[in-house]
């Protein structure tokens, strides 16, 4: 198992990052919110999980062993894998999803793409004794707020090397789509979303 990779940032795209190992380039999956923390050039310890098929292997990476653990311990529940588990933790943090667990938390769930009503159930019934109680009351307030997902988006994209100048534009012709979702934006989305504005304007 790979447990971590370690080294300079050599690129960034919207959902992977390729760092430098020894000479060679590791290319890991990653949400937004991993990314947005990344800076190509930078150095850069990502905790890793690797998912091996019949055939691919696919390295995921996350902020921190915490993470890694949760994202572990999702793929226990029957139908989830490793795309639907790295979908949760870029809707919530591992904290968030243990009170959503704990709690029985139907609508944080759901927010989830790919979950539904008896999807999330069943998750409740699966999960509940396996990823155990929040860590940290801080990580109540720890998830991105309303203004938060803003700074998340910018960083985002300034990391994948677009100019400040472009990003303000792409955050302001994304905020309409934020301030229309119910509930805490969506970094995930919002990037997509932002990206796709960048490209017709170029």
Same mark, same amino acid.
């Not at 290319?27 to 019949?54: D, F, I, K, M």
């Not at 999960?127 to 307030?141: E, N, Q, S």
């Given at each position: 198992?790979?447990?971590?990779?370690?080294?300079?940032?050599?690129?960034?795209?919207?959902?992977?990052?390729?760092?430098?190992?020894?000479?060679?380039?590791?290319?890991?999956?990653?949400?937004?919110?991993?990314?947005?923390?990344?800076?190509?050039?930078?150095?850069?310890?990502?905790?890793?999980?690797?998912?091996?098929?019949?055939?691919?292997?696919?390295?995921?990476?996350?902020?921190?062993?915490?993470?890694?653990?949760?994202?572990?311990?999702?793929?226990?529940?029957?139908?989830?894998?490793?795309?639907?588990?790295?979908?949760?933790?870029?809707?919530?943090?591992?904290?968030?999803?243990?009170?959503?667990?704990?709690?029985?938390?139907?609508?944080?769930?759901?927010?989830?793409?790919?979950?539904?009503?008896?999807?999330?159930?069943?998750?409740?019934?699966?999960?509940?004794?396996?990823?155990?109680?929040?860590?940290?009351?801080?990580? &109540?307030? *720890?998830?991105? =707020? /309303?203004?938060?997902?803003?700074?998340? @988006?910018? !960083? %985002? +994209?300034?990391? #994948?090397?677009? $100019?400040?100048?472009?990003?303000?534009?792409?955050?302001?012709?994304?905020?309409?789509? &934020?301030? *229309?979702?119910? =509930? /805490?934006?969506?970094?995930?989305?919002? @990037?997509? !979303? %932002? +990206?796709?504005? #960048?490209?017709? $304007?170029?």
């Amino acid at each position: 198992m790979i447990a971590f990779v370690s080294g300079p940032v050599a690129a960034l795209a919207p959902d992977a990052a390729v760092v430098e190992v020894g000479g060679v380039g590791m290319a890991v999956q990653c949400t937004p919110n991993t990314l947005s923390a990344l800076r190509v050039g930078a150095h850069a310890r990502l905790a890793t999980s690797l998912v091996v098929r019949e055939d691919s292997l696919t390295l995921y990476g996350f902020a921190d062993d915490d993470e890694r653990q949760v994202f572990e311990l999702l793929q226990t529940a029957s139908g989830v894998g490793p795309r639907l588990a790295q979908a949760m933790l870029a809707v919530h943090t591992p904290d968030a999803l243990r009170r959503a667990v704990a709690t029985t938390d139907e609508k944080a769930l759901t927010a989830v793409p790919g979950i539904g009503k008896k999807g999330a159930q069943k998750l409740f019934l699966e999960l509940k004794d396996r990823l155990g109680a929040p860590v940290g009351a801080a990580a &109540a307030a *720890a998830g991105p =707020g /309303t203004t938060g997902w803003r700074d998340q @988006l910018h !960083a %985002a +994209l300034i990391g #994948l090397g677009y $100019a400040t100048r472009e990003a303000d534009e792409a955050v302001a012709a994304v905020t309409p789509q &934020a301030e *229309a979702a119910e =509930g /805490t934006p969506q970094v995930g989305p919002l @990037l997509k !979303a %932002a +990206l796709q504005t #960048l490209n017709r $304007a170029r």
